[in-house]
């Protein structure tokens, strides 16, 4: 069984490589693939998702990432002045 999920930004919030949210990301010691390296759905490219594994992580371990991950989309909505539209949830 996979043990991913896959997280889901607005259309203007990038998360590839060298972006603001993969280098907050990195600051707050959290790592995830880019959503542009996993897949293409209908011809696109996903540039404001991410798969995020958690195979070997406890439950407070995964808690705590999501609060790092939380810490660093805020802080770069902030920078890029993208609102917030509400938590749409999560594909497990």
């Known amino acids: 069984q996979d043990r991913v ?14 972006s603001r949210f993969m280098e907050a990301a990195l600051r707050e010691g959290v790592l995830y693939v880019p959503g542009a ?11 404001h998702e991410a798969r995020l594994c958690y195979g070997v992580a406890s439950h407070e371990q995964i808690r705590e990432a999501v609060r790092r991950l939380g810490k660093a ?10 609102k917030m539209r509400g938590f749409a949830g999560c594909n497990a």
């Open 73 to 82: 989309a805020r802080e770069v909505m902030l920078l890029e002045k993208i």
């Open 37 to 47: 390296f996993c897949y293409v759905k209908d011809g696109v490219v996903p540039t």
């Open 5 to 18: 999920l896959r997280l889901i930004g607005p259309p203007e919030f990038e998360t590839g490589s060298g």
